[in-house]
């Protein structure tokens, strides 16, 4: 007979390891499995005799996973997702299906949201869930279906689709133009507080420099800079009168077309950076997913995207 830790892993007390390992908590993980805590304990036990190895450090009012806990939990959290998946579609519960996508806040609030309506209009059987944050989250143990992610183009992950490489071009109110000044030539620029990102791709207002030299004219050194942490609050300054953005071609377009902003110059510039497709390879077959990839090419193809594959 083989010995305990030789025998495939009984599902039994499963769901109690990924309830605890999840919230960390045996008696939260009892009360959301109407069990009590010595049950889930008891579970937990049993699973760790069978391995052989313990999941949890288990302190006086803490509980954390070990490195095998770590690992066990992605696994098990992943299967019992597509487990709960499945059954509900058997059962015919899930009549509408659900997407989730992780990207950038800015490109989630500047270029997705306000296109949504069109999604749903075209697909109203289909739910998403946007995680917009800058944390890169792992899509498979985390049940994500699609990422949006931000690289330079260098140093992008090989087989990944580019939608958009990114251009930059000068904006800005065509109310501060007009207070400051017609604006033909690149050292006018200078007239007006320059909007820099104080972020790692464009720190120290490294995108102007190099967008100044490519104009073949000196950065304007007297120019007042305001700095900011993020695309979106650039764009209400360049929105508010209060500067000159650099700023990426599909976050304006929309305000470009409306004129509420404008951009004197012309003048694009590559940035090197480019918005990358990720796809979770549990679910990239899925209609609702291919339908969903679809669209968003479209989109940047409509904003000056360039689809293509890596």
Do not use: C, K
């Not at 695309?231 to 953005?245: C, K, P, R, S, Y």
Request: hydrophobic content about 40%.
């Amino acid at each position: 007979m083989p010995s305990p830790r030789s025998r495939p892993l009984p599902l039994t007390g499963l769901r109690g390891f990924e309830a605890a390992a999840r919230l960390l908590s045996f008696t939260l993980a009892a009360h959301e499995l109407g069990l009590t805590q010595s049950a889930v304990s008891r579970q937990i036990q049993g699973i760790e005799t069978q391995l052989g190895r313990s999941l949890f450090r288990r302190g006086v009012r803490s509980l954390q996973l070990t490195e095998s806990g770590e690992r066990l939990f992605r696994d098990v959290q992943a299967a019992l997702r597509e487990i709960d998946r499945s059954v509900e579609d058997i059962r015919g519960q899930r009549r509408r299906r659900r997407l989730a996508l992780t990207t950038a806040a800015s490109l989630a609030s500047l270029v997705l949201v306000p296109r949504l309506p069109e999604f749903s209009r075209l697909h109203p059987g289909i739910d998403l869930r946007i995680d917009a944050s800058d944390t890169v989250r792992d899509l498979e143990g985390e049940g994500y279906d699609v990422a949006l992610r931000y690289f330079r183009h260098e140093r992008a992950p090989r087989g990944l689709t580019l939608l958009h490489d990114e251009q930059l071009v000068p904006v800005l109110s065509p109310l501060l133009a007009a207070r400051i000044g017609p604006i033909r030539r690149a050292a006018d620029l200078g007239r007006a507080t320059l909007l820099v990102e104080d972020a790692p791709t464009t720190l120290d207002g490294g995108h102007w420099e190099r967008w100044f030299a490519r104009a073949r004219t000196p950065m304007p050194a007297e120019a007042p800079r305001l700095m900011l942490s993020f695309t979106h609050q650039a764009l209400d300054a360049a929105l508010h009168e209060q500067g000159v953005m650099l700023a990426p071609s599909i976050y304006v377009q929309a305000h470009l077309a409306s004129g509420r902003l404008i951009a004197p110059l012309g003048r694009p510039m590559p940035s090197g950076w480019g918005y990358y497709l990720v796809v979770n390879r549990d679910s990239a077959r899925q209609r609702h997913v291919v339908a969903f990839i679809a669209w968003l090419e479209t989109v940047f193809a409509q904003a000056g995207g360039t689809a293509e594959r890596g």
